[in-house]
């Protein structure tokens, strides 16, 4: 069942994602405590006047860009594809594990959506495709001559069997992982940098029972005729 605060939660995450802005982030603009402020916006906590003030400071929010009417049904998370990332997410978190729990496993509205959907292609063992913004791959540490190739955007697609070969480092910022191109190289993708995400699941080949071996023929023999 919907709330009355739901448009306006979903007003506030849609907001801190287009500012491409961390938890970390916005608590440290803001003023709130990040594990109240994860809380809150998720919607598990309810949300007081003072942090709808200092949000609104911190997101630079004017009165005007409050004004939006009430959802008169279930609301639905918007898909990702604004991002770029081929992922939909929906439905209300509930969850009483303790904060540190919150950290390590559960999604984070406000959270890096990259960084978020490329953990879990790390976590499930399956290959993954990463499409990247080219121009903000200079300082990458991909070789130049790879990413002369790639005018607009790159692809990089990372196989299960090589995961811990990779080395995957989810920083605030950056994803940095080792690749080989002519040679190893550890590379830094800035998260502002992902266009697209697409996990390749397994295709489970049908099994096909192998034929019977053929019957032996039987022993010729006579038969007698009165």
């Not at 906590?45 to 709808?52: C, G, K, N, P, S």
């Not at 005007?64 to 209300?92: I, N, R």
Request: net charge negative; charged share 25%; aromatic share 6%.
């Amino acid at each position: 069942m919907s709330r009355p605060s739901d448009p306006l939660l979903g007003f506030l995450r849609d907001v801190i994602r287009r500012k491409s802005l961390t938890t970390q982030a916005l608590a440290e603009k803001s003023g709130i405590d990040r594990s109240i402020l994860k809380r809150r916006l998720s919607g598990t906590e309810a949300m007081t006047v003072d942090d709808l003030v200092l949000l609104s400071n911190a997101l630079e929010l004017g009165p005007d860009e409050l004004q939006f009417p009430a959802a008169p049904g279930p609301v639905l998370t918007p898909s990702v594809a604004s991002g770029g990332l081929a992922v939909t997410h929906g439905g209300e978190q509930q969850d009483d594990e303790p904060d540190d729990a919150l950290d390590d496993d559960s999604p984070d509205p406000a959270g890096s959506l990259p960084k978020q959907v490329v953990r879990l292609a790390f976590a499930l063992g399956i290959d993954v495709m990463l499409m990247f913004d080219s121009t903000q791959l200079g300082a990458s540490g991909v070789p130049a001559s790879v990413l002369s190739r790639f005018k607009e955007l790159m692809p990089i697609r990372l196989e299960a069997k090589f995961h811990r070969h990779n080395k995957p480092v989810f920083g605030d910022d950056e994803f940095q992982c080792v690749l080989s191109f002519d040679r190893l190289y550890t590379c830094n993708f800035p998260w502002t940098a992902f266009r697209q995400v697409h996990f390749i699941l397994p295709v489970e080949e049908p099994v096909v029972p192998e034929p019977e071996p053929p019957k032996p023929a039987g022993k010729p023999f006579l038969r007698v005729i009165k």
